[in-house]
């Protein structure tokens, strides 16, 4: 069965570092996303991309964060200069169309910032 | 702005016990709301939906339905297994906004022992 892809599953950094979280959405998919989850709290929406650009990003997705697809295979979330609070678990998610309704998530990258 | 609020876990249940996770939701519109399931290692993975009040979703043996009176979407297994335990996540789509832009519980551990 397709699944979506994540990798590192684990990363510690130190802080102000830059970090890429790669991800491999599902072959035929047309959308992408990421959300995250700090330790103890909601999974929250970052950003979700179409046809080459971001189609709506959170408060959160400020100028820190960049995504990118830089082959038509791989999906990459940036974090440049990373910070305490950017701690947390990182899913990448994609669907075939935007109606579908299902999201489909990888397993999840956990960044750790010392 | 649109929140979800769910049991806070963790649960702790015998296998063949009677299971429910509660669920509400604050959203304007008409939300479509959704249950994830992530198991150990794994990703999100949709367990069920129900797009419109009265709605049942339904799937393995798992059930919830949008109760728009109360603004709930309780899950509810009648006899759980060791392989249920997971953590599940509450989530909602408002279709006054992005199509794809879910917003999601904290989540609720459930570990089911023999």
């Known amino acids: 069965e397709p699944e979506v892809t994540q990798t590192p599953s684990h990363q510690v950094t130190q802080m102000g570092q830059e970090v890429i979280l790669r991800c491999v959405p599902i072959s035929n998919h047309l959308y992408f996303y990421w959300y995250r989850q700090i330790l103890g709290q909601k999974v929250e929406f970052l950003v979700s991309f179409y046809n080459n650009e971001i189609s709506e990003k959170s408060e959160i997705f400020d100028d820190q964060f960049s995504v990118e697809r830089p082959d038509g295979s791989n999906f990459t979330l940036k974090i440049r200069s990373t910070k305490l609070e950017d701690s947390a678990m990182y899913f990448c998610a994609s669907s075939e169309w935007e109606e579908a309704g299902e999201l489909f998530f990888g397993e999840g990258s956990r960044l750790t910032v010392l | 702005g649109d929140s979800v609020t769910q049991m806070e876990g963790p649960v702790t249940l015998s296998e063949e016990a009677f299971l429910t996770i509660n669920c509400t939701y604050t959203a304007t519109g008409y939300p479509s709301l959704f249950w994830y399931v992530q198991y150990p290692g794994e990703g999100l993975q949709l367990l069920l939906k129900?797009?419109?009040?009265?709605d049942k979703g339904s799937n393995k043996g798992f059930e919830a339905t949008y109760r728009k009176e109360t603004t709930s979407f309780h899950l509810e297994k009648g006899s759980v297994q060791v392989s249920d335990s997971a953590v599940y996540f509450c989530?909602?789509?408002?279709?006054?906004?992005?199509?794809?832009?879910?917003?999601f519980g904290k989540g609720t551990l459930l570990t089911v022992n023999p």
């Open positions: 989530a909602l789509r408002n279709s006054g906004g992005s199509n794809y832009k879910l917003t």
């Open positions: 129900a797009t419109k009040a009265d």
